[in-house]
């Protein structure tokens, strides 16, 4: 629950770390690839590199070319994916890879549980654009969908998420993408090659939920204390803080559900 994602802590170690790049969208040599490779670029020595052009690729469910492409997959310690957004979601190409490659990211039970597969445990970044501007997108949401629908796939076959990159305003800026959005890209590109720990937040999650409704609780009662009206008598005390409380922390859940990544 948070507006905006950081990376983990990353605690240093001492083993190289292979980083793959998966792109999935029309234009390979388009903004979304562009910022890709500026992250992938930025991954110190002696940790290795490399892209996957789903173009170039022929994802259907069985083959030799999607054995091919598991075992890269289970060879990278961490995955790059990169999709623009069309139609407020991902890419064709990125839908058909994690269609095709739903069996292998996951098994099912019997039961029809869906359970993580032999990726599990590792680390995965997403980017995407939009032709929105940073203002817009923010209001619109137009990259959320996109950025859902990877997160889905990725927790379902147990990856950790590390962080999330956007590149609005690419209708404007078809391929000159702003020096600060480079610097932010190179920034992260420069902590992949760091040794990643698992996300074990519990810890944090709930005293994030503790402080969120301290905050709603005090906030309520202040409602209250401005309007005595509602304190006449226990039962409006109640009712009001009940409803106060469920408004105010809806409205705030609200938001930091759909206000899931930087947006600009």
Known sequence: MRAGFTLY??????DTMHILGIFGGQAADG??????????????EPNTTEIIDLNDWQLRPQGRELDALEAKL?????WVLASPTYFSTIA????????VMRPRLVRMTQ????????????HYLSISSCFASGLENTF?????????TLDKAMTAAGLHKI??????NTWANHTDIPTTKLAQAQRIGGKLGTKTRKDDET????????MMIAVMALATMGIQLVLPVLTSNFWWRYISFVLIFFVLLACLLHYFTFVRHKRR
């Open 31 to 44: 903004a979304t690839m562009t910022l890709m490779k500026t992250v992938l670029a930025a991954v110190p």
């Open 163 to 168: 962080t999330e990159l956007v590149l609005p």
């Open 74 to 78: 289970a060879a990278a310690d961490v």
């Open 92 to 99: 064709g190409q990125m839908k058909q890879f994690l269609d």
């Open 203 to 210: 810890l944090k999650r709930y005293l994030l939920l503790f």
């Open 9 to 14: 802590n990353l605690e240093q170690g001492g």
């Open 111 to 122: 039961a029809g549980d869906t359970l993580p597969g032999q990726y599990k445990d590792k």
């Open 140 to 148: 619109t949401h137009q990259t959320d969908q996109t950025f859902r």
